[in-house]
C-alpha cells in the first residue's frame, strides 16, 4: 500500500502564501506520478498540478503563476507553493500518487490515480 500524508493546510488571508507538503511512504518514490488535487465546495474534485515519473509538470489554469509544484526525493516529499491565495482557492487539498507509467495529458484527471491523502483543508478568506 501507498499512504500519502498532506500536511500545511490552515487559514490566510486574501493574497497570502501557503506551503503543502506530502510525504509519500514509497520504496521507489522516485517512479511515481505525484499530483495535487483539490476540492472546492459544490465542485467536483480537480487537478491542481501535477509531476508524471519522467519529470513533466502540468499546472490548471487557476494555478498558473500562483502556484509552484516540487518535490525533494531523498524525502519522498511533495510540495505545493501557493501564492497569491484567493477566497476561491478555499477548498480540501489532496495529495495522490500512481506508481503505472502516464501520459503528461492524463495527469491532472483524479480518475488515473490510486493512492490518496487524507486531504489538508486550505481556506483563504477576502
Known amino acids: 500500500q501507498v499512504y500519502p500524508v498532506e500536511s500545511g493546510g490552515g487559514s490566510v488571508q486574501a493574497g497570502g502564501s501557503l506551503r503543502l507538503s506530502c510525504v509519500v511512504s514509497v520504496s521507489d518514490y522516485a517512479l511515481y506520478n505525484l499530483g495535487w488535487f483539490r476540492q472546492l465546495p459544490g465542485k467536483e474534485r480537480e487537478g491542481v498540478a501535477a509531476?508524471?515519473?519522467?519529470?513533466?509538470?502540468i499546472y490548471a489554469t487557476s494555478a498558473k503563476g500562483r502556484f509552484t509544484i516540487s518535490q525533494d526525493n531523498a524525502k519522498n516529499t511533495l510540495y505545493l507553493q501557493m501564492n497569491s491565495l484567493k477566497p476561491e482557492d478555499t477548498g480540501m487539498y489532496y495529495c495522490?500518487?500512481?506508481?503505472?507509467?502516464?501520459?503528461?495529458?492524463?495527469?491532472?484527471?483524479?480518475?488515473?490515480?490510486?493512492?490518496w491523502g487524507q486531504g489538508t483543508q486550505v481556506t483563504v478568506s477576502s
Open positions: 495522490a500518487a500512481e506508481g503505472r507509467s502516464l501520459a503528461s495529458w492524463s495527469i491532472l484527471f483524479q480518475q488515473y490515480y490510486n493512492y
Open positions: 509531476f508524471n515519473s519522467a519529470g513533466t509538470t
